[in-house]
């Protein structure tokens, strides 16, 4: 395995593991999960050399910090665990955005407990609260920080003004947010800020929730609960012709002899050094073959049918249903 350096000294694998899809039951499903078999995934990857896997409360919720929690015990040392916080909650309903020092304490203590273990390698503000000046949650998590419950900071889905606003008040290690090659907005100011700040980036739902990787061709492909018939973008509608990127990758992944997603892996591997994606996987076959992209090497060529068939803002429909759009670039 290949290594990459994000923000501020954090060593990581150049391929991260998503945890989110390993999630039993729950409230975001993407197919069936077994606890068993993401447990085995987690161990093969750490065999593979993959060292970084991102979790959050919001999985389950919390029941995906108590599945990596168990799967890492005796097998710590050399990982970095990424966790999330956004939320307030009762019981297991969250009620509200909540980017308060306060809360940002609560989930903090939560996860440790969750994940057994001592001190949080990268803890993520999930969403930006925007009833709360960004400066005062960077002071809250950074307060965390200096207590030795976590080492790094970062933000997700933030604005550019946002990333620049907290990078003056705590180093930010990362700014986790959705980017592949058919979701490039991030290339608009977003990465600059990010890069002006030494804050390394982290793509998640880098193979398009699934999609770019070429085994959905349509909705009938996906069980009757899966999350992903809620996305704009696998509508009736838009599928069709998302599927035009889809089969650009495919054309790519022919002349390398690999897969579709090592491609689009490859893609945003091939975007800068400070980039690390966090594919979602739950089976070790999907975790090993995401393992590859790193030693894929794109040409000039390659890269041009890409951008042929997928420019920035090209895509068809939006990330997100209207709720989900108005959480975004805050």
């Known amino acids: 395995m290949k290594y990459r350096t994000l923000g501020h000294g954090l060593k990581v694998s150049a391929i991260g593991i998503g945890c989110m899809p390993m999630i039993r039951g729950g409230n975001i499903i993407y197919g069936a999960a077994d606890d068993d078999v993401s447990t085995r995934t987690i ?10 896997f991102d979790t959050a409360e919001m999985y389950g919720p919390f029941s995906n910090e108590e599945l990596v929690g168990a799967a890492i015990k005796g097998k710590r040392d050399g990982l970095v665990i990424a966790t999330k916080f956004a939320m307030r ?17 609560r989930a903090c203590e939560g996860s440790l407990k969750r994940l057994g273990i001592d001190t949080i390698d990268l803890f993520y503000q999930h969403r930006v609260d925007p009833d709360v000046p960004i400066e005062e949650t960077i002071g809250g998590m950074a307060e965390l920080v200096k207590e030795g419950k976590v080492r790094y900071l970062g933000l997700s889905e933030a604005a550019e003004e946002t990333v620049r606003r907290a990078a003056a008040v705590h180093p930010i290690a990362a ?29 998640y739902s880098p193979l398009g929730r699934g ?27 838009n599928m069709p012709k998302n599927l035009a990127i889809v089969d650009a990758i495919a054309t790519v992944a022919q002349r390398h002899g690999v897969s579709n997603a090592q491609i689009a892996l490859a893609w945003l591997l091939a975007q800068g050094d400070d980039i690390v994606p966090i594919p979602g996987v739950k089976r ?26 997928a420019p920035s803002g090209a895509t068809a429909g939006p990330r997100y249903a209207p709720a989900g759009m108005a959480r975004v670039k805050l």
């Open 43 to 52: 161990h093969e990857a750490i065999d593979l050399g993959i060292t970084f």
């Open 211 to 237: 999609l770019l990787a070429g085994g959905i061709r349509s909705l009938d492909d996906l069980a009757p609960d899966d999350w992903r018939r809620n996305d704009p973008r696998y509508s009736p509608e």
């Open 284 to 309: 070790s076959e999907t975790m090993r073959d995401s393992a590859g992209a790193p030693d894929v090497t794109l040409t000039a060529d390659d890269l041009a049918t890409i951008a042929a068939a």
């Open 175 to 203: 700014l986790q947010t959705e980017y592949s090659v058919w979701e490039r907005d991030v290339e608009n100011g977003i990465l600059q800020a990010c890069r002006e700040n030494g804050i390394g980036f982290v793509p």
């Open 89 to 105: 909650w009762e019981g297991n309903n969250p009620v509200a955005v909540d980017g308060s020092p306060e809360n940002a304490r």
